[in-house]
């Protein structure tokens, strides 16, 4: 634990440091807001925050830099609800007031939208079990023994998948099937167990059944994968100096599997935050993520995240991941209900 007067030493380091990325010196945090210590009190204190891990000087001559550790106490020392500013309020209502579409359009414009408020880079994930509700069902023929199974969520995704048939189908039963499917599952979780009443029609009955456990399987066969949105990386690259790390960062920002497994395990450990070295993904290790989940009819259906230097405005962050995932949610079911 620190004493008041270091908290607010090493409080006044990181937001100078995050305003100018240039290493502190006492003299600067003594001129700070509400600073009323001398330059020498704050270079002893600024001395013990380094010994005790807080701060770290880049130079002998040099001023001090936060390291993880400070970073962490500022975090737990913030807010739990930050706000943000008029300006970025505003542009949040304007992006949700025109956010329509298909669901996928909408995750990918959101995280390009989260990454210009933040001028990080931003991603939105959609879960792989998605608890979005059925909004319609329709079985198309293609040929004589292949029909298409064609679903519509509420959200506006839309799912497929091919069914072969042992005997050929009439116009008539994929028609009626196709009702039948359409009566039974409307309002039903696709990712939930899925039942059709028979009918007593063994032809549609056959059709129905086998239509259902098409539904029940990867339309590719494979093990169903959270989709991944990224918008801004780019942006990283005006965050660091090294050309070295803005490589190694933008080449892991593109393997889709570690920023999905470094979300998850963030929100596993019940952290909003993972700064430096705390999330374990060695070439994101001058990065911290701010993450949030976001929820569709009351279920988590994703999250929204935020990846940046370590030295990020992380009060602005914070409250504008929180905000985008609400409102992304908000926006989510909302078109689950008008539809």
Same mark, same amino acid.
């Given at each position: ?116 408020? !933040?001028?990080? *880079? +931003?991603?939105?994930?959609? %879960? =792989?079990?998605?608890?979005? #509700?059925?909004? @319609?069902? &329709? $079985? ?32 008539? !039963?994929?028609? *009626? +099937?196709?009702?039948?499917? %359409? =009566?039974?599952?409307?309002? #039903?979780?696709? @990712?939930? &167990? $899925? ?42 690259? =005006? ?101």
């Amino acid at each position: 634990m620190l004493d008041e007067r270091k908290a607010a030493i090493l409080r006044a380091v990181v937001e100078e440091y995050i305003r100018t990325a240039q290493p502190v010196g006492s003299a600067a945090v003594a001129r700070a807001r509400g600073m009323s210590v001398s330059p020498a009190t704050v270079r002893n204190d600024m001395g013990a925050l380094e010994r005790e891990g807080y701060l770290a000087q880049p130079h002998t001559s040099a001023g001090r830099v936060p390291t993880d550790k400070g970073y962490r106490f500022f975090v737990d020392s913030l807010a739990p609800t930050g706000r943000l500013d008029p300006s970025q309020s505003h542009q949040v209502r304007e992006f949700f007031a025109r956010a329509h579409g298909e669901l996928e359009r909408m995750l990918a414009d959101t995280s390009r939208f989260l990454a210009g408020l !933040t001028h990080y *880079a +931003a991603v939105v994930v959609r %879960d =792989a079990e998605d608890p979005a #509700r059925i909004r @319609s069902v &329709q $079985l198309v023929s293609l040929a004589p023994k292949l029909v298409l199974v064609v679903v519509v969520l509420a959200n506006g995704a839309i799912e497929k998948r091919s069914l072969e048939l042992a005997v050929e189908a009439s116009p008539a !039963t994929v028609a *009626a +099937a196709s009702a039948h499917l %359409d =009566a039974a599952l409307e309002g #039903r979780s696709l @990712s939930g &167990q $899925l039942e059709v009443p028979p009918t007593g029609d063994p032809a549609l009955d056959g059709l129905a059944s086998a239509a259902v456990a098409a539904l029940g399987r990867p339309h590719d066969g494979a093990e169903p994968e959270p989709q991944v949105y990224l918008g801004g990386a780019a942006s990283m690259a =005006a965050a660091f100096d090294a050309a070295a790390t803005i490589q190694r960062v933008l080449e892991t920002l593109e393997q889709q599997y570690v920023v999905v497994t470094l979300i998850k395990d963030v929100l596993d450990r019940g952290l909003s935050v993972a700064i430096g070295a705390e999330h374990g993904v060695e070439p994101l290790a001058d990065c911290s993520v701010v993450v949030a989940p976001y929820e569709v009819e009351g279920e988590q259906a994703g999250t929204v995240g935020i990846l940046g230097p370590t030295r990020m405005h992380y009060e602005q962050t914070l409250a504008a991941v929180a905000v985008v995932s609400r409102r992304l949610g908000q926006a989510l079911s909302k078109g689950s209900e008008e539809r």
